[in-house]
């Protein structure tokens, strides 16, 4: 609590006695101790790719370019670390947006067979490539749900891209959709590692994995969910998600009225 404590006083500044006032700042402590950590955060993300490029390039001057055996790996290692860069810069830049409580969505009916099929062209090569069995279930009468489709398709295009980087070549991943009587259930089931119980409910968080390595070595910023469950309750909708060492599957509800 903040108290803060001033004389009131009344006619030709007598005074009439003290008001106290007590403030509770728990929450602003909070807020302030969660950007404080964010900006903490960003700056190690931003910093690893950094200096690992520095590295190399530093390595590279030092005489290395001479082996172009060597130099060609090591350019393709910062070519790989630029990109991460990029992509951690668009993930910020789109956390930033979606948080901008001025920027509200401008809902339009979205049809979202569309959105999902288009996702599954865009991962098939690489269902492909991971031999990964990527099919869809979709009824037929699905109703439009209203909302920003270009949102709608990053939530899914996520999902998928989690669901294929967290999943062994063999396994299966499967999106249903499913409309309820005043909502549609979107489910991105896999096969996949799992995540343990202990981390389940702290990977909406920004920048929170599982395995930091592995999430880094897939290209992962860390960002995707906390995206994803940005987007979701900005449309009235819920995200969650169940898992056992079998496979996880990540679930979001999306309203049918606006
Ligand atoms: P990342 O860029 O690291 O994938 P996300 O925010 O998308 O970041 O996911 C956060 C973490 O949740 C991941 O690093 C991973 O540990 C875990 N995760 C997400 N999706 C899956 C999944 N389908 N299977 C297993 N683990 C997952």
Redesign the pocket.
Known sequence: FRVQISPLKGVKHKKMGVVGLLTDVTERRKLDQMRTEFAANVSHELRTPLTSINGFVETLLDGAMEQPEIARNFLEIIHSEGKRLANLID?LLKLSRLEDRRNILHKQPVNLADVIQKTVKMFEGLAQDKNIELTIAIPEDLPSVPGDAGLLSQVVV??V???L???LPGGKVNIAVNPQHDHVTVA?A?T????PPE?LSR??????????A???E???????????KHIVEAHGGKIK?T?SPA??T?TFTLPLEV
């Open positions: 993930d996520n999902l891209d989690n669901a980087k967290y999943t991105v896999d996949g590692i799992g995540i981390n990977v909406f968080e920004r920048f929170y994995r599982v395995d930091k592995r999430s880094r897939m290209g992962g910023t860390g960002l995707g969910l906390s995206i994803s998600v898992s496979g996880s990540f």
